[in-house]
Structure formats: structure tokens, C-alpha cells
């Protein structure tokens, strides 16, 4: 997740920089249409999707929205330490938020045991496919999270970043946040509208 600097726009460099934005627009795009996808499906048959939502586990989606805005508030500190170059507070917010990525993962996995205890596959139903595809999907986003929160904590531990070397460390804390918005909206989505 490195790059050159940003470019400057109105006097101000864009966190991360262009590539990881435009990224982060085409990710936030597919993931909207299967938002607006599982939305109309539901309301074509919203049967199976009542029925599906009462074999969830609404407390552990609201105790992982949590742990990941936790990982989101450590990221951003993570950027912030960066800019004033405390390398050391750098990397100990970005290895925290990469904990809050496996701990995510970690309920995450306990839940689909449970879901595929139940006999539960992506062919059971409308509902079935769009949640495990969705957090799936998600679930695999945390996982890339996690894989460049770690590297880039350990180099900013070796004093690799500091304030004239932000951008690796701000398009890392931004695809984190981008992981954290997605979940936001999943989170109500798939476990709570009804």
C-alpha cells in the first residue's frame, strides 16, 4: 500500500493518496449494489429473509461493529502518531487495530459455525447467499486489513515512516476505515431491517 506523496488539492495532499481512493470508490460502489441487490430481493420475498435473520446472532454483529470502530479509532491514532513521528505510538495503533481485525474474525468464524451447523450453504436461499456472500466478501476485506496493518506496524516500529513519509501509513488507515463503513451498513442491513 505504498506510493508517492498525494497530490495537493486545494493546498491539502489527500490522505493515502489518488490510487488508494479510487480504490476505496470502486469498493464502496460494488458493495452498494448488492446492498441495493439484497434490498430488492428482500422486498420481492422477504420470507426467507425474516426467517434467516431469526437464526442470527444480533449481539455478536453489534459486539463486532464495536471491536471494529474500536480498530478504526486506533488506525486514525495510528495516523496521527505518524504525522508527529512517534514511531513507536504509530506502530502500537496499527498492530491494535490489526487486533481488532482478528478479533472481528474471530466472532465472524464463530457465527458461520454455527450458520453452517444449520446445514446452511449459499444455495439455501435468497437470504443465505446474500449474507454469506456479503460477509464473506467482507470478512475477506478485514483479512487484506489485517495483512497490511501488521507489515506496515512492524516497519513503522523500525522507524520506516514518519511525517515526511505518511502515505503508506495513511492508505493503510484508510482502507481500514473503508472496511469499517462497509460494516456499518452491513451490520443493520443483514441483521436488523426488517
Known sequence: MSGAQAPAIQGRELPGGTVIWLFVAIELLTFGLFFVGFAWARRSNPAPFLAGQGQLHPLLGAINTGVLLSGGWLAARGVLANRSGKTRATAAFLTGAAVSGILFMAIKLHEYADVFEAGVSL????????????????????????????PTA????????????????????VFWHMVDLIWIFLFPLIYLAR
Do not use: D, K, Q
Not at 460477509?135 to 483479512?143: A, K, N, R
Not at 516500529?157 to 505518511?166: L, M, T
Open 123 to 150: 444455495s439455501t436461499n435468497t437470504f443465505w447467499f446474500f449474507y454469506l456472500f456479503l460477509t464473506g466478501l467482507h470478512f475477506l476485506h478485514v483479512l487484506a486489513g489485517v495483512g497490511f496493518l501488521l
Open 154 to 173: 512492524w516497519r513503522a516500529a523500525g522507524g520506516a515512516y514518519g511525517p515526511e513519509n505518511r502515505s503508506t501509513v495513511e492508505a493503510v488507515a
